[in-house]
């Protein structure tokens, strides 16, 4: 916040902002025929969209009071963008400009009372932002006198020739807004001054005075203490030495890319520390000593607020070491990029010859150079980026002939308003690579490729790495990564295209391509860095829980968490797919699609292995194979797992019940053997084993399958081993005693159907039994044999293959580490209603957890929810922690910490059942029924017979919203959109009541393929509900006699609905666009 005063004298405090798109209807009231005539006739919203920097000042009414838009390039068409420095050197003094320091004003308008201290308030602002700026021209075709606010700041650049190019050329300097800090040695007189500025930094004295006294003092050749100064002012500090413990560094960090930093001449900062200004910094880093190229600081690993940092490339550390390496290289400051030529061929060979996938590069390079397309006649352009003459990193990229596609699979218009961009303005990026020591100019080598190939967006396809897509070099991914935004794929409406026919969406559009991970650089993203996290947050367990967490940190677009950890057993999800894996039921949360489509597996390290200790004390978990990873925020959420049955070791040789075992007897662990041939099923990991197992050990004998366990699992499982060939009359389904309150389909037709098609299938089915013995007690392997008490008499089984889906709860090493490292456990992991356990550095989610008994709430824990809203709302609750546009959560008082969190989303489950059936079950989240009584519901919406497979059934709640649906069908079910049901009034159905209790609806299958209820399945919907909403409620209540208020209600909700349809007419061209009538 800062004051400024009118011409009038009136004082305003405001506040400098990057334009947004809701700051163009103000901003187009400013233009008067003044700046028309300098700046032409410009469309507000384009030019805030293709800007490089759009600023807006604004006062505390959010009245916008001015306004500047700057590019990289001068104004109309007055010179190629790509030519400009060639334009400008010949025709004006103007050497000392380049594409890296000069920007160009494009747009300025301002209130005329406060316009002179706008421009002024605005260009300091500009300068004090892009540290590398030295100048801002305002170069016009328009020539015409100035507005007096810009006539005081810019000066007429020198013409080299009289007459020279009939145009406007104006100058700016930086000194004149915002003059660069003066550096000076550092003086024992300026102790005082120097400490505030680490107390300022850090919150508390980071630095004895003795050593901070030490370093001010010993000022030599080799060591140097600076200060830096404005207005008189001490506002930085830095201390440099030529002394670097070179051994300790290739220790502690992993420096093979820097040559372990013994080829490099290097000066290391000891104490950096600055409120402003980084080049400044940079300049003493660099130019103390003139003969060195690198300069190498190591911070604490949570010091991401540091600005001078995003200058540098970080370097992670190895081990436990709680600091990160940072390395600035001076030529990092003298980048250059052009086009690439013939006679780049050898020097980019020799970038690239360590990299795999090079001769991709090299014959990209080669395309481009002979044709200028590649092998699909697609338009090639490439770029090396040089340093005096040396290149040191290479980008190629391609047309993007595939935007509509993009478009319609990716949320790019969170980003960039599509309408205002042409076809031709979107590329592909193809392959970058960059040196190690430069990959901190990846934003200016990205800002200068989009200018110099008349670009406006660059998209980066990041495929899964065994999809077979890979033909593209990033080198490295983490650089790419930093400077764009993670953009965030769309649910896609299964559209019915038989019976839609020339009505459907274009095949462009619908066809499936293999999925990516998409990231967008465009022109406004250039100058806009990300704020670095480098606390390590480490998450165990890829649940859904624990993947919809990392999602949400991972789609920050302004956050670029550089120290995000998940521990799996199984390392990441995804690389195989439910659907061609079977035996669990799903929750349709992730599937192998889902998981290719978002970036988490390259903005997180993923381990392979179990946690086996929490240290505490030093703050790091102990992951099987040894190594220790530390952490800042320790995310707990592995969810439940089936564990090895334990059997009761009962003697059969007597007769004997289930009622008559010890209670203990049926909750011990088994810690025997496991033979071979016992498959206790958690993930598809495990499934794709058992699948394969069975494919070569078990499908072609007769042998016996035993599926031992109770819910959905069990009966999914079935369908599995019948589906991959496996006779009925082979497969005993074993089911323990159901638990209390325990039902496994709520609606009784399905569980009736799923009956029947157990028994048509030959399946033999036992209930209420306990297992008893293994192999009759013997410790042997294969398994042969199995016994059950129940409640008559024991049931001896042969056994080829066992498949184990009971005994659900916590892993035991999980568990094991959890109590040896005294968090508070009482069967689950005790948590309170902010996920936080008795230790504030240790989170915990989903159905790991319970609330503490001081919420007196058994009914409800985590388990009883979505839990993918789980590990979002999760995210939510940490990110205020580390995102500086949010507000720091109120940490509430244990007297007003008494209410649990309750969320929203669908409980959803599905599989395929036996008789071929799938089955797709959604549900409001519900408590625990803990009275064993059954859960009355009315009748709901039925359609179909689940005997002939077409059963559908809908629940309305008392609000008529849709808080229940059950689908059980022989035919695929299109999940995606009734999922998009859930929540949803039936008015907006198609006045679903009304049509069913008219006897309209025979089937409500056939009523949601209708192309009237497509619109409902799109992912934007929901974004015209609140639109409808907000209108109906604000609008007064109308009386039945004031039907011009009610008409003007309608017409405001008609005209809504109508632009939310043109807007979507690519996804929705089954509608009719009233505009065409």
């Known amino acids: 916040m800062r004051t400024i005063t009118s011409a009038g004298g009136l004082q305003e405090t405001v506040t400098v902002k990057r334009s947004e798109s809701a700051d163009a209807q103000k901003i187009d009231s400013l233009i008067r025929p003044a700046a028309q005539a300098i700046f032409g006739r410009v469309n507000v919203i384009q030019l805030l969209e293709k800007a490089n920097l759009a600023v807006t000042l604004s006062n505390e009414k959010d009245d916008v009071l001015a306004h500047a838009s700057f590019f990289d390039h001068p104004v109309g068409g007055l010179v190629d963008p790509a030519l400009w420095e060639l334009f400008l050197h010949e025709h004006f003094s103007s050497a000392t400009c380049s594409p890296r320091n000069t920007l160009f004003l494009h747009f300025f308008v301002a209130q005329s009372d406060f316009a002179s201290a706008s421009v002024k308030e605005i260009m300091r602002a500009v300068f004090n932002t892009v540290a590398e700026l030295e100048y801002v021209c305002l170069v016009s075709p328009n020539v015409g006198p100035l507005e007096p606010e810009l006539d005081v700041i810019f000066k007429p650049l020198r013409r080299l020739a009289d007459p020279g190019p009939q145009c406007l050329a104006l100058i700016t300097h930086r000194p004149e807004h915002c003059p660069r800090l003066h550096i000076r040695r550092a003086r024992i007189e300026e102790f005082d001054d120097i400490t505030q500025i680490f107390l300022k930094q850090t919150k508390s004295p980071s630095v004895q005075p003795s050593l901070l006294l030490e370093v001010i003092e010993n000022h030599d050749e080799d060591n140097h203490a600076a200060v830096c100064e404005t207005d008189g002012d001490i506002v930085g500090f830095i201390s440099i030495s030529t002394t670097v413990d070179v051994n300790t560094l290739q220790e502690q960090f992993d420096l093979k890319e820097f040559d372990g930093l013994c080829k490099m001449q290097r000066a290391e900062p000891d104490a950096p520390a600055a409120d402003a200004d980084p080049a400044g910094n940079e300049e003493e880093a660099s130019s103390s000593k003139q003969d060195l190229n690198l300069c190498v600081v190591t911070v604490p690993s949570r010091s991401s607020g540091v600005h001078l940092l995003q200058h540098f490339v970080r370097v992670r550390p190895v081990g436990l070491l709680n600091r990160d390496l940072y390395i600035f290289h001076r030529a990092g400051c003298s980048v250059e990029v052009r086009p690439a030529m013939a006679a780049d061929r050898t020097p980019v060979s020799a970038l690239v010859k360590n990299l795999g996938l090079n001769q991709s590069v090299l014959q990209d390079l080669d395309r481009f150079c002979a044709t200028r397309s590649d092998a699909d006649a697609v338009q090639l352009q ?221 903005y997180a390290r993923v381990l392979t292995g179990k946690v086996e200790a929490i240290n505490r004390e030093s703050k790091y978990v102990l992951v099987s194979g040894g190594e220790k990873v530390p952490y800042d925020h320790l995310i707990l959420c592995t969810g439940l797992q089936y564990r090895a049955p334990c059997p009761t070791d009962a003697d059969l040789s007597q007769p004997i019940t289930n009622s008559q075992l010890p209670p203990a007897s049926t909750r011990r662990r088994y810690t025997g053997p496991v033979p071979s041939n016992l498959f206790t099923l958690n993930d598809l ?229 036996p008789g071929g059936f799938n089955y797709l079950h959604v549900t409001k989240p519900a408590e625990t029924n803990l009275t064993g009584l059954p859960v009355k519901q009315d009748k709901g919406i039925v359609t179909g017979q689940v005997e002939t497979g077409n059963y ?8 008529e919203m849709v808080e229940t649906l059950t689908c059980f069908s022989l035919k695929p079910i299109p999940v995606s959109n009734y999922l998009s049901l859930y929540g949803k009034h039936q008015v907006l159905l198609g006045q679903l009541l009304r049509c069913y209790q008219q006897g309209q609806i025979q089937d409500l299958y056939s009523f949601f393929r209708r192309s009237g209820c497509l619109a409902v399945f799109h992912d934007r919907f929901s974004d015209l509900e609140e639109e409808l909403n907000h209108i109906t409620s604000t609008k007064p209540k109308v009386r039945a006699s004031d039907a011009t208020e009610g008409e003007e209600t309608r017409m405001a909700l008609r005209t809504n609905a109508v632009k939310y349809l043109i807007y979507n007419r690519n996804l929705l061209p089954m509608f009719a666009n009233p505009a065409e009538q």
């Open 952 to 959: 559908f059934c809908l629940h309305l709640d008392v609000h």
């Open 685 to 913: 990991h495990d499934c794709m084993a058992a699948r394969r197992w069975l494919a070569a050990n078990f499908v072609e004998l007769e042998e016996k399958a035993i599926v031992y366990g109770h819910g959905v699992d069990v009966y999914t499982a079935v369908e599995t081993l019948l589906d991959l060939g496996v006779g009925g009359s082979r497969i005993h389904l074993v089911l323990p005693p159901p638990e209390p309150a325990a039902s496994c389909f709520t609606d009784s037709a399905v569980e009736k159907a799923v009956a029947a098609g157990l028994e048509s299938a030959g399946v033999h089915v036992h209930a209420d039994c306990v297992l008893a013995r293994l192999n009759d007690g013997r410790t042997s392997d294969p398994l042969t044999s199995v016994s059950f008490t129940t409640d008559a008499e024991p049931l001896h089984l042969q056994c080829g293959v066992f498949i184990n889906l009971s005994n659900r709860g916590v892993d035991y090493d999980i568990f094991k580490s959890i109590n040896n490292s005294f968090l508070v456990f009482d069967a689950r992991l005790v948590i309170d209603s902010t996920f936080h356990t008795n230790d504030s550095a240790i989170y915990g989610a989903g159905p790991i957890t319970r609330f503490s008994l001081r919420y007196y709430s058994d009914e409800w824990s985590h388990a009883n929810f979505n839990s993918k809203e789980v590990g979002q709302e999760l995210a939510a609750s940490l990110l205020p922690l580390f995102d500086p546009t949010l507000e720091p959560q109120v940490k509430l008082t244990p007297e007003m910490d008494r209410l649990v969190p309750r969320y929203k989303q669908a409980k959803i489950q599905g599989g395929k059942l």
């Open 382 to 602: 490439a770029f090396v980026a040089h340093v005096d003459g040396e290149v040191v990193g290479i980008v190629v990229i391609r047309d993007e002939l595939d935007i509509e596609y993009i478009r319609a699979h990716y949320n790019i218009e969170n980003f960039i308003y599509f309408s205002h961009y042409g076809y031709e303005e979107h590329a592909q990026m193809l392959h970058f690579v960059l040196r190690p020591s430069l990959q901190h100019a990846a934003r200016h080598l990205f800002k200068e490729v989009l200018r110099l190939a008349h670009k406006s967006c660059l998209y980066l396809r990041v495929y899964p790495p065994d999809s077979g897509q890979r033909d593209s070099c990033v080198h490295h991914l983490d650089s790419v990564l930093h400077c764009a935004v993670p953009v965030r794929p769309r649910r896609q409406i299964i559209y019915p295209l038989e019976e839609l026919g020339i009505n459907a969406p274009s095949r462009r559009l619908t066809q499936n391509q293999a999925p990516f991970a998409l990231s967008l650089v465009s022109r406004k993203l250039t100058l806009e860095p990300k704020v670095a996290i480098n606390a390590s947050i480490v998450v165990v367990g890829a649940s859904d829980t624990g993947l919809s967490f990392l999602e949400a940190l991972c789609f920050c677009p302004h956050l670029r968490f550089n120290s995000l950890t998940l521990i799996s057993t199984h390392g990441f999800p995804g690389d195989c797919s439910h659907e061609d894996v079977g035996f669990l039921s799903t929750s349709h949360a992730y599937s192998s699609r889902d998981c290719a489509l978002m970036p988490v597996r390259y």
